[in-house]
């Protein structure tokens, strides 16, 4: 099922960091760069007014992002799916919980080998994965989510198998005044700014172009000199990397990793999350992130009975409202904010949707999940 | 204008640490009230066994029906942690901070508490009656805060070991479980009970996973290794699609069930009754579909029960039975604090039951806790299944549960 | 070697489980171009439907056929009520929907009919077949036996119909389709309808075999989708043979592979799937993808 007018507009939103309006644009940018600073303002703030469970949920949130950025980058900027980085989180996870408590080294490092690892791990993945497309390449991700948990169970040497490790929570450095919940919350906040930066930074660059280019369409990419199937792994490496810091630091605020984690259903979650913040944004991942986090939450206040179905119910009313996810329809009212000249705008979009091919469905990541072959 | 910034946060920092370090007297009690908290599988893979705590939720109401204890209700708050360790986490904490409860009450699964092990114990809240029979949860010095409360898998696979070495004289064993913590312990009780014969006996070890079809594969594996006695370590569903394998293959040894699974309405009946005889099994609970019990009046008051407080309910669920008792014994240990309702004194009085006799346990057993033994139920005798019942052979057993030997 | 057999025989009768299924995701993905998550869910609902209409008393057949009526007309109201508004959004957001599906049946039945196992009646005997050495049910022969029946009927009706072939031209080009004069969106309803008719049927065979209660599909989805991967998402025969394979394949492994054992079975049969689709990018039987420039 192609759908050109919804693929027109994921590539709207993403080609829009690239287009030139000027006038438009220096106020969208103001707009943003407010909208920011005010949200960093309250971030750092936050915690001071927040119980210790509060900032406990929120730290979760921040955990939740940066693994949904990693896959955000892979689905919404690559092109490329997965069902499968609950293992990468898991991967991070279990570093973290070998050397912290094997080996003891200074957690800090550990969620550096962390990200390491699971850049490697991503990469490796990659190579063989180049050669799956749409729903193969899910179901080849899949496959790993499935298999985490029996493998993590078999090597019960290194692992401590179905019992799981019990890791020591990070104690506050430097005397500062403050307690280990929010030091946990301004650790991952820290972590996830420079890792939203670091996405942010890759992706308006040279780099960040090839990506988008081999999604929008890989031959003429690829006829302009990308080297695809680098680019490809080395996005799969980037994406686990993220989602494999995501689990360190996952590991070190529950303080306990068991195989019963990380099943199929993390993967699912993370998908979840993703769509509903928007696949092609980076801020979409903090939104599918504290989606994943709170709906089912407020899902069992609602109904002790049958909570998942209020919360199926609640997914489905996000799509109905936000097809292309949080990001896509902030996008959309940032937009009419702050252009109002209707001419200037159908300018805009035709400036925005050049670059897209001819047929724009059909390498979009809609395509992608559907795996459709014409 | 910094130092106002500084100042005003070092000030909501300051009544951060107030709040934090005041709020810990007679939390989740009132004149009127008494909260407790807890977390089970409602949906996820493990939830088939949601419904224990809905059993016990169901109890409590019918204690506060009837006059609540010693004036107070009980308020019950039970979440979805779906049999995820983190989301157990997390729903606890916002148990212990936000809900503020006395106490949290049968947290289910052997990974989920622990994943809270650690944070009940510094914060000294009670982990009381944690329902899965792993052996760790007795542990009074290292943990004095958590306490299980089923025999544990261990001293059932234990004591299968010992009937075996006794009546089996040339045994060849064949054992099928579920490949985690559950399972694994289960085999631990059993290598133990079997000491160093355990080698020679055990012909083949099979595992499943949840996420599996069927066991079939692993039922002909154990089949062909010519075993003649099949210890099942396996939840109902493929409990049942064992028995039922195993029979309709052609298979005949003598069947160990682990009692998880011992169910006669939710296990033997859909295995088939004719493919289920001679199934031996431990139990310490009265099975409600065991025509033995229609006409005992625990029992029936038990069914009573479930018509009115639970009749979403299968009141012929095992399970049901156990979150049942398991209240009970919440509710007497609740009792016996009286007035003292502090943390501590909830502790004491858990490891002070003594001799307590609950209407569905069967007969002649009792729950024992001291500050040395936490282990509640330690007793259970065999039963073996003939078409329609458990008949019930042998000594009680007292199990050694690891903890203690 | 009758150890080998009575595994070979034994993976068969599981993967007939499998294809069941697999077959009901591929047809939905021939119909529609989604990938269904919410099927087995959908699947395992109908089967309750028809355990109520037994233990009321009703003649298993007559539950058979009136289930089969109902998950039919429950297939088209999901597409035209859920599925309808997200008809033009990207395809991961109608997967998303299919998600939000999945959880709300699976809720619902644990809530309605709570998460015992139940005994579903079967249509077949479940008396032992010898043949040989090796011991059959007459039960899995039955699985096995509808799956390429159905099979059969979907074949026939997709080839041979004029209704199966406008279906099939949806999917292929939704624009063209509508230029000719076919009714795009009815037929995308009435695609749901067959899948979640096929999908039924695939429950009611299934749950005597696996017993019923609302997680039965999770497990038996996981394992049909890689089926269906395997023999190819755009057909039908590779679903079945896919399911066939995956069956036969993880008994072997669990069995021979001493150093894996049981552990790690599914996992190795993963693999050699992965392995598989590395050799032959879109399945067995699948058609390449032909990508316009």
């Known amino acids: ?374 | 204008m910094l130092r106002k910034i500084v100042n005003l946060v070092l000030a909501l920092v300051l009544t951060q640490f107030l709040a934090v370090s005041l709020g810990h007297a007679e939390e989740g009690v009132t004149a009127t009230e008494i909260k407790i908290g807890n977390t089970a599988p409602y949906s996820g893979p493990a939830s088939a066994y949601g419904t224990i705590l809905r059993a016990a939720g169901a109890y409590f109401r019918k204690v506060n029906d009837e006059g609540g204890i010693n004036g107070r209700k009980i308020v019950f708050i039970s979440y979805d942690d779906g049999y995820s360790p983190p989301k157990t986490y997390e729903m606890t904490r916002k148990l212990v901070e936000q809900d503020h409860v006395l106490l949290d009450f049968g947290p289910l699964g052997t990974p989920c508490n622990s994943a809270i092990w650690k944070y009940m114990n510094d914060h000294k809240v009670p982990q009381l009656f944690v329902y899965t029979g792993a052996s760790k949860w007795g542990d009074p010095k290292g943990h004095p805060w958590t306490m299980g409360w089923q025999p544990t898998y261990h001293a059932e696979g234990f004591i299968w070991a010992r009937y075996i070495l006794d009546n089996i004289p040339n045994a060849k064993i064949g054992i099928l479980y579920q490949n985690d913590d559950y399972g694994k312990d289960y085999l631990s009780g059993v290598l133990d009970g079997l000491g160093n014969k355990a080698r020679d006996l055990i012909v083949k070890q099979q595992t499943y996973e949840v996420t599996d079809a069927t066991v079939d594969s692993q039922i002909v594996n154990l089949k062909n290794s010519g075993a003649n006695v099949f210890i099942n370590i396996t939840t109902p569903k493929f409990a049942a699609m064992a028995i039922r394998k195993a029979y309709e293959i052609g298979w005949r040894p003598t069947q160990f069930l682990n009692f998880v699974s011992a169910s006669i309405s939710s296990v033997l009946k859909p295995a088939g009754l004719e493919a289920s005889k001679g199934i031996i099994s431990a139990v310490f609970l009265k099975d409600p579909s065991d025509p033995r019990w229609a006409n005992d009046p625990a029992t029936k008051e038990y069914i009573a029960f479930m018509r009115k407080y639970y009749p979403e309910g299968d009141p012929y669920d095992i399970f049901n039975v156990s979150g049942y008792s398991c209240a009970q014994t919440m509710v007497q240990v609740l009792k016996q604090c009286g007035n003292d309702l502090s943390r501590a004194n909830v502790m004491r009085q858990a490891a002070n039951l003594r001799n307590l006799q609950l209407p569905m346990l069967l007969p002649g057993i009792v729950i024992n806790t001291s500050p040395t033994d936490y282990y509640p139920i330690e007793q259970m005798q065999l039963g073996r299944f003939d078409g329609q019942r458990y008949e019930l052979f042998g000594p009680i057993y007292t199990a050694v549960s690891r903890g203690k030997q | 070697m009758s150890a080998l057999l009575q595994q070979v025989i034994s993976g068969l009768s599981t993967g007939g489980i499998y294809a069941n299924i697999a077959l009901a995701l591929v047809l939905i993905y021939q119909a529609t171009g989604v990938v269904n998550f919410a099927q087995g869910e959908m699947a395992m609902f109908s089967t309750y439907l028809a355990w109520t209409m037994i233990n009321a008393g009703w003649p298993y057949w007559l539950a058979f056929f009136t289930t089969m009526v109902i998950a039919f007309v429950g297939g088209v109201v999901i597409e035209r009520v859920i599925i309808r508004p997200v008809e033009n959004a990207p395809v991961l957001t109608i997967v998303m929907v299919t998600i939000g599906l999945l959880t709300i049946f699976n809720s619902v039945a644990g809530w309605i009919y709570t998460y015992t196992v139940k005994p579903f009646p079967s249509p077949f005997s479940s008396a032992p077949i010898k043949l040989g050495p090796v011991t059959v049910s007459m039960q899995e022969v039955g699985v096995a036996g509808v799956s390429v029946a159905t099979l059969i009927l979907m074949y026939f009706f997709f080839q041979h119909t004029k209704v199966g072939l406008a279906m099939r031209a949806v999917v292929e080009n939704p624009t063209s389709s509508r230029l000719v004069g076919v009714k795009v969106s009815q037929m995308l309803a009435l695609g749901w309808g067959l899948a979640a008719l096929v999908g039924a049927v695939a429950g009611m065979m299934v749950a005597p075999l696996v017993f019923l209660e609302p997680n039965m599909m999770s497990g038996i989805l996981i394992y049909a989708f890689a089926s269906a991967t395997l023999g190819g998402f755009n057909s039908p025969g590779g679903a079945v043979v896919g399911g066939l394979l995956m069956g036969v394949l993880e008994n072997l492994v669990g069995t021979y592979i001493t150093f894996i054992g049981t552990e790690l079975k599914l996992t190795v049969a993963l693999a050699v799937i992965l392995l598989t689709l590395l050799v032959k990018p879109s399945g067995l039987f699948g058609r390449a993808a032909v990508t316009r420039v």
């Open chain 1, 1 to 374: 099922m192609q759908l050109p007018a919804s693929a027109k507009e994921i590539d709207t939103r993403t080609t829009g960091l690239r287009a030139t309006r000027p006038a438009a644009a220096s106020h969208a940018r103001l707009w943003k760069l407010v909208g920011l600073i005010l949200t960093l303002i309250v971030a750092y703030l936050l915690p001071l007014g927040l119980s210790n469970y509060q900032a406990f949920e929120f730290t979760q949130v921040f955990i939740y992002a940066i693994a949904l950025l990693g896959l955000n980058i892979l689905i919404g900027f690559n092109g490329q799916f997965s069902l499968g980085h609950g293992a990468f989180y898991a991967l991070g996870a279990y570093t973290t919980a070998i050397m912290t408590t094997r080996w003891d080294i200074p957690y800090g490092w550990t969620i550096i080998v962390a990200g390491v690892l699971c850049l490697i791990a991503g990469f490796l993945f990659g190579l063989p994965a180049l050669r799956f497309e749409g729903l193969y390449l899910a179901l080849a991700t899949f496959a790993l989510a499935l298999s985490t948990p029996q493998i993590l169970k078999y090597f019960d040497n290194w692992t401590g198998g179905s019992q799981g490790i019990v890791l020591d929570k990070p104690s506050v450095p430097l005397g500062l005044p403050i307690n280990a919940d929010q030091y946990l919350y301004y650790l991952t906040l820290t972590v996830l700014l420079l890792l939203f930066l670091l996405a942010w930074n890759l992706l308006r660059g040279r780099v960040g172009r090839a990506m988008m280019a081999i999604r929008d369409n890989p031959i003429a990419a690829e006829a302009m000199g990308v080297n695809n199937a680098l680019y490809k792994s080395l996005t799969f490496g980037v994406s686990a990397m993220y989602t494999g810091i995501a689990g360190s630091l996952g590991a070190l605020a529950v303080a306990f990793v068991a195989p019963d984690t990380f099943n199929a259903f993390l993967s699912i979650n993370f998908l979840v999350g993703s769509v509903v913040g928007g696949i092609a944004s980076i801020i979409g991942a903090l939104f599918g992130a504290a989606f994943i986090e709170f709906v089912p939450i407020y899902a069992q206040e609602i109904s002790r009975a049958a909570p998942w179905a209020i919360f199926g119910v609640v997914l489905i009313l996000f799509m109905y409202v936000m097809p292309t996810g949080v990001a896509g329809l902030l996008h959309r009212v940032l937009e009419r904010l702050t252009r109002r000249p209707s001419k200037e705008s159908s300018a805009d979009n035709v400036v925005a949707t050049s670059p897209a091919p001819a047929d724009p469905g059909a390498s979009s990541p809609a395509r992608a999940a559907s795996g459709k072959h014409e």
